[in-house]
């Protein structure tokens, strides 16, 4: 399962633009790439998955570039509500997911 | 809500014990994946049933066994409890795609 590397931490303030991105130079070519959050005490929560180019759903962005071997996560317009680790994935189908440490979020008032 | 569901919330138990977790899936997914999350750590894979088979292990002692019943549901049993078995313990289905659901989890404590 490829690796993934991220930094440990961010801070950012509410109402900024918060941009995580994430190493997986081994990525295969069947991986989607795959984000999720979570807050103390409760399970992980999917954000966004893509395999290339830039995704958009209601909650963020996925910046892929061509060579795949990194992904951003872009969340627009943190609030406080934000704070949270952030998990960056690779894999694919049915197979289990490998965690790294995550990205630990704190967002300011 | 995930539709993921996971008994009980919370445990204590003392060493030696065994413990049974119990998970029960999302509507529709085929697939159940366990997970331990140590404090401050990513959740860390102990195995995955797909279609009530064994379907892949980390690297977990046997000590820590599941089973998948005909509903999909799930349970985990670890048995000889030790003090570092203290975790979140989480489930998470899905339905042969790359999204797994995750359940709120069961936070185990070993004295």
């Known amino acids: 399962l490829a690796k993934t590397t991220q930094p440990i931490s961010m801070d950012s303030y509410e109402g900024q633009e918060v941009n995580i991105t994430c190493s997986h130079n081994?990525?295969?070519?069947?991986?989607?790439i795959t984000w999720y959050q979570q807050f103390p005490s409760q399970g992980p929560r999917f954000i966004i998955q893509?395999?290339?180019t830039k995704v958009t759903n209601e909650v963020a962005s996925l910046f892929i570039p061509a060579d795949r071997k990194s992904s951003t996560l872009s969340l627009p317009r943190v609030s406080l509500s934000d704070t949270a680790v952030y998990y960056c994935?690779?894999?694919?189908?049915?197979?289990?997911?490998?965690f790294g440490s995550g990205t630990r979020l704190q967002v300011q008032p | 809500e995930t539709g993921v569901t996971q008994s009980p919330t919370h445990l204590i138990k003392t060493r030696g014990q065994q413990v049974t977790l119990r998970c029960s899936s999302q509507?529709?997914?085929?697939?159940v994946s366990w997970y331990q999350q140590a404090l401050g750590q990513g959740p860390q894979f102990i195995f995955q049933?797909?279609?009530?088979?064994?379907?892949g292990r980390g690297n977990f002692p046997p000590r820590f066994s599941g089973l998948q019943f005909p509903n999909y549901s799930s349970e985990l049993n670890v048995n000889a409890l030790e003090l570092d078995d203290s975790a979140l313990y989480l489930c998470?289905?899905?339905?042969?795609?790359?999204?797994?659901?995750f359940g709120p989890g069961t936070r185990l404590t070993v004295t």
């Open positions: 998470a289905s899905s339905w042969d795609s790359n999204e797994q659901y």
């Open positions: 081994n990525i295969a070519t069947n991986d989607y």
């Open positions: 893509g395999y290339k």
């Open positions: 994935l690779v894999g694919t189908g049915r197979r289990a997911l490998t």
């Open positions: 509507s529709g997914h085929n697939t």
């Open positions: 049933y797909y279609r009530e088979e064994e379907n």
